[in-house]
T-cell receptor, first 118, second 115 residues
């Protein structure tokens, strides 16, 4: 148990559906992330939020829409996805420390949401 | 640009033997280096990190890693492998001193410990 909870664990959706992935952490961390994990590829960083502000959007298609209403919750809204978007979506959080707010610590990951797009 | 390479897709080791999982990195400035492990159907778990200080870093489950600045490597090691060590291992890096930098992961190395 890492303190980061993701729901749902599994999701099957059609290309015209709208769904959302949810991530919740109660570790007191101020940075949250979405990563995409596909087989035999490096983890792809999708979005970063520091203190609820989006600081990274790694050229992600607009059919993925993140939302961070507070430091403990992060959503990934999904709309008109493609079959190649099928993957494991991992949420992570980390503390921000230091005077300049550097990300000096490790990431705490949730168990992931396995998405299948038909 | 920073990057990390794990040259082996899979490593097979007999139980009880020492294991090494390789990682090399490229980063401007001083690196922060990490190892994570992923068991089936689970998220990634932090194993250990190098920020500064001793080149040999000890972490969870008896793992350790050696930072080698001249070879830009951070190989993961364990003196005696267990079957339960079988999992997917990820090396990660970020550059220190840069607020906008992010943690970059390798593609992972699957470790099989043979009974």
């Amino acid at each position: 148990e890492t303190g980061v909870t993701q729901t749902p664990r599994h999701l099957v959706m059609g290309m015209t559906n709208k769904k959302s992935l949810k991530c919740e952490q109660h570790l007191g961390h101020n940075a949250m992330y979405w990563y995409k994990q596909s087989a035999k590829k490096p983890l792809e960083l999708m979005f970063v939020y520091n203190f609820k502000e989006q600081t990274e959007n790694n050229s992600v298609p607009s059919r993925f829409s993140p939302e961070c209403p507070n430091s403990s919750h992060l959503f990934l809204h999904l709309h008109t996805l493609q079959p190649e978007d099928s993957a494991l979506y991992l949420c992570a959080s980390s503390p921000i420390t230091g005077l300049a707010g550097y990300l000096t610590g490790e990431l705490f990951f949730g168990e992931g949401s396995r998405l299948t797009v038909l | 640009a920073q990057s990390v390479a794990q040259p082996e897709d899979q490593v097979n080791v007999a139980e009880g033997n020492p294991l090494t999982v390789k990682c090399t990195y490229s980063v401007s400035g001083n690196p922060y280096l990490f190892w994570y492990v992923q068991y089936p159907n689970r998220g990634l778990q932090f194993l250990l990190k190098y920020i500064t200080g001793d080149n040999l870093v000890k972490g969870s489950y008896g793992f350790e890693a050696e930072f080698n600045k001249s070879q830009t490597s951070f190989h993961l090691k364990k003196p005696s492998a267990l079957v339960s060590d079988s999992a997917l291992y990820f090396c990660a890096v970020r550059a220190s001193g840069n607020r906008d930098d992010k943690i970059i992961f390798g593609k992972g190395t699957r470790l099989h410990i043979l009974p």
